[in-house]
């Protein structure tokens, strides 16, 4: 099965560059998919199932706390790895994330290197 990864910012430049940073993983036969709301975060999640989310929090209709609970409490899709990937850097907001399932909190600006070498690590490239 093709494994895809999922793009969820509202920020359409984020997205550019966060697809732009995990290009390479498209080569190798990756499917990047991309949303731009929590609200068509989950749509994507229920028809797609990638198996890697890269998530901001700060969102309209649905924040990325919330699309992060929906997705490992709700739905109870624990294989899905989720990397909170946001401005914020405060110790409470890094605590959130990981209460609400993430697997990895990451700060914006963000490394496009780190950010392929984590994707990679997950997809076990």
Known sequence: MQPKVLIVD???HIRLLIEQALEDLADEGVELLLAADG????????????HLIFLDDMM????GFDVCQVVKD??????????????????SNID????VGA???????FDPDELLATARTFLSI
């Open 74 to 91: 709700e739905l109870g899709l624990q294989e899905i790895r989720v990397v909170m990937l946001t401005a914020k850097g405060q110790e």
């Open 60 to 63: 309209p209709k649905m924040n």
């Open 39 to 50: 609200e068509q975060a989950l749509e994507i999640i229920r028809k797609e199932n990638p």
């Open 10 to 12: 509202d920020e359409p």
């Open 103 to 109: 697997d990895i909190y990451m700060t914006k600006p």
């Open 96 to 99: 959130k994330g990981y209460e």
